[in-house]
């Protein structure tokens, strides 16, 4: 490849600036031509695409969202929009593309690369829900968002000897509910992975009052209910009020970890190389510490194992 372009799709992540500078710097010092789509499938399909420099991607490392902008785009889902696309970057000469996202932007850079675009897929996503990476760019930094929330709710739960429902993102997925719960030390943890029962939950919140607990967690992730639904349930049960708060795009925002900044800048420089080296329809992942590649077609088809371990440790640990 001489020329390459980068893109960030779906919901943004904290993190995709640090890619994104990543890619673009990359690709230049190794003698490539660096264009940016703004806007996402959207740019590719509205010939929104522009060249970078240097300092095109300077002072964004820190910060949230992304300088590229985001859609989620219907005409893209075509064929017709996937071929204006191919088109709108081979009349340019470029024939690498590097796209920042989740499944769904996963699976246009499998269309394109279909369609002759030599595409790399980077995990760009707060939900760590794309199989084949331990990681994804913004997952770090969304729990660490979570378990500071949790941190405030404890100091106004325990003067008041309440107990709180947090719900926390997660579309398809309870990794964020897991990580930030076991981080946190919340007392129970619901996700869309393990099947649970309301009135168990109920009585552990009974039981941990009766134990002495000053304050009682429970943290569901928005793939399993609305949290305000199990406060219902919860009252019925046992006449406990739980106050619900549900934190929302509160998650997706502020500036990424250092962990985000590192996992952004290592994938979007392994993007670049490999595209240099001539692989294509490729997603990169961190497996172990090990940067990874795993077939496209191979990402979108697989769905991510739940680690059932740090879930049972959490249960364990919160008692
Ligand atoms: O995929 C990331 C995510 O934040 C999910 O956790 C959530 O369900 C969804 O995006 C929200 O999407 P939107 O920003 O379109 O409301």
Redesign the pocket.
């Known amino acids: 490849v001489k020329k390459i372009a980068v893109l960030t799709s779906?919901?943004d992540?904290q993190g995709m600036n640090a890619a994104v500078r990543a890619v673009v710097r990359s690709g230049l010092f190794h003698g490539l031509e660096v264009f940016a789509v703004q806007r996402g499938y959207a740019g590719l399909i509205n010939d929104d695409i522009r060249p970078m420099d240097l300092r095109s991607v300077g002072d964004i490392i820190q910060r949230g969202g992304t300088i590229l902008q985001t859609a989620?785009c219907k005409e893209f889902m075509t064929p017709e929009g996937q071929q204006i696309a191919a088109d709108n970057l081979r009349k340019r000469g470029i024939d690498g593309l590097v796209v920042i996202g989740?499944d769904g932007s996963y699976q246009g850079a499998n269309k394109l690369n279909k369609l002759g675009i030599k595409t790399m897929g980077l995990p760009g996503?707060?939900?760590n829900?794309i199989p084949f990476t331990d990681f994804t760019i913004g997952f770090d930094t969304a729990v660490s968002i979570v378990v500071d929330a949790i941190n405030k709710l404890r100091d106004t739960m325990s003067s008041h000897e309440r107990s709180s429902i947090v719900e926390v993102?997660?579309?398809h997925c309870g990794e964020?509910a897991l990580y930030a719960g076991l981080a946190s030390g919340a007392e129970t943890i619901l996700v869309p992975e393990v099947p649970f029962d309301l009135t168990e939950v109920s009585q552990r919140m009974v039981d941990n009052f009766n134990l002495g607990k000053r304050h009682s967690i429970i943290l569901v992730a928005?793939?399993v209910c609305k949290g305000e639904d199990i406060a219902t349930e919860i009252t019925k049960n046992t006449g406990i009020e739980p106050r619900v708060t549900v934190l929302g795009?509160i998650?997706?925002g502020g500036t990424p970890t250092h962990n985000d900044r590192i996992l952004a800048s290592s994938l979007g420089d392994f993007a670049v190389r490999k595209l240099i080296e001539g692989e294509s329809g490729k997603g990169c992942g961190i497996i172990k510490g090990e940067l990874v590649l795993t077939d496209i077609d191979k990402v979108v088809n697989t769905k991510r194992g739940f680690n059932m371990e740090l879930y049972e440790l959490a249960k364990r640990l919160s008692q």
Do not use: A, F, L
Request: aromatic share 0%; hydrophobic share 15%; charged share 35%.
């Open positions: 779906g919901g992540s989620r989740g996503t707060i939900d829900d993102m997660g579309r964020i928005e793939g795009h998650q997706r």
